[in-house]
């Protein structure tokens, strides 16, 4: 067990070579179908962008994961280790715990991580949530009651989807609703490398499902819910603005990747880590070493990605011009907030960013862990 925490990017793996940011060339393999929203191609990103902090939102938060915004500004957000979910005022930064999600088993990179509300939250008031169970990953809603007392706000998980494997490694993670109004969920291989060239496995894939936990009508087999597969371990899903899918992967000693995700498309893992130029398999759109990313939550604002680091400890910025990369990544707060987490788009040219220095692998200060607003460009 030690040995696979020793070779993970989630925080260690030696460094070998720099960020590679040249764009990349037409990903191999066959592909089932075109990503949602075609592939028109806005204006290229600017060049040069900036990352300055507003304002701490909240702190003394413990192993915070998965964020979500409630009408109106306030945020919920999860705890991995202690099961729980909490509410945000985001004018004060008070701390509200809804309560514990039951069956949550933390341990490792597991326990209570992505969360999403219903596309229809202003009706049905659902919260979705992925998490760790003693036998497996799961992704679950609950009803949120604000009319009950603290502590006991959050209703019965309705589970929508059992069944991904679970390790102490590489749980994946992250869950959010696309465009096109479905749940899509990033999946880890657990450390068991073969499950993510495994079709029939949900470990080492992206997922793509109804609001209900089924298969959606074109995906790449009709009876399943896996949309991609060949990953190591995704915990960053963001759409831009053309309703193309990118996702942020750990690799594994070498190259960290940020990878357009198209249905059916094999990102290579275990055969491939990074660029590889192999046939069958496709390319990430942006490689970076382990050191300088370990890569988690990503968001899309002003026409660039924005990837938060762990080891990195650092915010990447990663100019878009459609398909391609329009400009080399830049890093700001590199060192200055520790490791990094979460990004969520705040409206405008402001992000969420949620640090991670109480996960058991950061150096916790006075304050830690956070939630920060960024205004960048």
């Known amino acids: 067990m030690l040995l696979l925490v ?81 509410r945000v005022d985001a004018e004060s930064g008070e701390l509200t715990v809804l309560g514990e999600v039951p069956g949550v088993a933390p341990g490792g990179e597991g326990g209570l991580m992505g969360l999403a509300l219903s596309p229809k939250y202003a009706e049905d008031h659902l919260v979705y949530a992925y998490f760790t ?3 497996d990953n799961r992704i679950a809603r609950m009803l949120y009651d604000e009319s009950r007392p603290a502590g006991q706000q959050l209703g019965a998980p309705d589970t929508v989807l059992r069944g991904i494997p679970k390790g102490f490694v590489h749980n994946g993670g992250r869950i959010a609703f696309g465009p096109d109004g479905m749940l899509y969920a990033g999946t880890g291989e657990t450390g068991d490398t073969g499950l993510a060239q495994d079709k029939e496995s949900l470990g080492g894939k992206i997922l793509r499902m109804t609001p209900d936990g089924d298969p959606v009508h074109g995906n790449p087999d009709a009876d399943s819910v896996v949309y991609s597969y060949g990953h190591r371990n995704v915990q960053g899903l963001a759409w831009d603005a053309e309703k193309r899918l990118w996702a942020s992967e750990f690799g594994q000693n070498t190259w960290d990747e940020l990878n357009l995700i198209r249905p059916g498309g094999n990102y290579g893992w275990p055969d491939v880590e990074g660029k590889g130029g192999r046939s069958g398999f496709t390319d990430p759109v942006a490689q970076w070493t382990v050191a300088e990313a370990s890569p988690s939550g990503i968001a899309v604002v002003g026409g660039s990605v924005w990837m938060a680091a762990l080891r990195g400890e650092r915010l990447w910025r990663i100019p878009l011009a459609g398909t391609e990369l329009a400009a080399p990544p830049e890093s700001f707060l590199e060192g200055t907030y520790g490791r990094l987490r979460t990004v969520l788009a705040a409206g405008g040219n402001r992000l969420w960013l949620v640090t991670s220095e109480t996960d058991n692998r950061g150096t916790p200060e006075a304050g830690d862990d956070r939630i920060l607003l960024v205004e960048v460009e």
């Open 6 to 86: 020793t070779g993970c990017s989630s925080d260690a793996g030696p460094p070998a070579g720099g960020v590679t940011s040249t764009p990349a060339a037409s990903p191999g393999g066959s592909v089932a179908a075109s990503p949602p929203g075609g592939t028109a191609s806005p204006s290229p990103a600017p060049e040069k962008g900036s990352a300055r902090v507003v304002s701490t939102v909240a702190q003394g938060l413990k192993s915070p994961w998965g964020l979500a915004a409630l009408p109106g500004g306030d945020l919920l957000v999860s705890s991995r280790d202690e099961g729980t979910i909490t």
């Open 133 to 135: 169970t003693a036998s």
